[in-house]
């Protein structure tokens, strides 16, 4: 297990697309934190890091997918899956190493943001004006968001042999559960509706926000990402 998580974060470093999805990522928070006219922070005139939350979980929406599109359905089309398939390895194990990498791997990419929260703490007026604790909440509940959308991704990955179609259908089903099913319950009233929104990860995320860790909310994210970890356990052990 060890042995095939470790080919799947040296496979992301050792290809030029991993650096390629990496760099637009980060260039493209950049733009929205610094550059882009109505989410730049230098615009507000205070030490707020909104727009980087705001609009993470949908640059994340085809970020993730795009790390693990490849984590099972290259092993089918490459001809290796018979090969792992017949290994020591048990089929729960195969895709915790993959899940486990793709996390790792979206982690170190996370990771540079932290530049951000530095830069704001130093141009705080006094430095240090800002709201670390709602921060902290955000960045943690940014990474659930990712492990959510990675298990999807995997189990995109596990359910087609073609990595662009993996793709799309881990964009699909991410963003259906970040931001549809927010959207889906704006239709309705009442408890129905109300029922309908705490199904949706932006929900949860949103109330991690506040700087508040509530166990609710990690239990969501946690049964999230089992749910989708044990679908694609399901379909390993059918291939």
């Known amino acids: 297990m060890w042995r095939l998580f470790l080919k799947e974060v040296n496979s992301f470093f050792n290809n030029p697309t991993g650096y390629l999805i990496a760099c637009v990522f980060l260039i493209s928070l950049g733009l929205i934190v610094w550059v882009f ?3 730049s922070v230098l615009e507000y005139g205070y030490a707020d890091l909104g727009p980087l939350f705001s609009y993470t ?8 997918p795009a790390v693990t599109m490849k984590m099972l359905a290259e092993e089918k089309k490459s001809g290796t899956w018979e090969l792992l398939k017949t290994s020591p390895l048990k089929d729960y194990q195969i895709v915790l190493a993959k899940y486990f990498a793709a996390l790792l791997l979206i982690l170190f990419i996370l990771l540079p943001t932290l530049v951000y929260y530095y830069s704001v703490v130093q141009l705080g007026e006094p430095v240090g004006n800002i709201d670390s604790a709602g921060f902290f909440g955000s960045y943690i ?8 959308f990675s298990a999807i991704g995997i189990f995109s990955s596990a359910l087609v042999p073609n990595q662009i179609v993996s793709f799309v259908i881990g964009v699909f089903m991410s963003f259906l559960f970040y931001g549809g099913l927010a ?8 408890d129905f509706g109300l029922w309908v929104e705490e199904l949706s990860l932006s929900f949860h995320y949103d109330q ?5 860790i509530d166990s609710s909310n990690l239990f969501y994210f946690t049964g999230m990402i089992l749910t989708w970890l044990v679908l694609t356990w399901i379909l390993v052990a059918k291939q």
């Open 141 to 148: 509940g940014l990474f659930m968001v990712a492990a959510v």
């Open 37 to 39: 006219p109505g989410t």
């Open 208 to 212: 991690m926000g506040r700087g508040v």
């Open 57 to 64: 979980p949908f640059v994340f929406v085809f970020l993730v």
């Open 183 to 190: 959207a889906v319950a704006t239709l309705y009233t009442g």
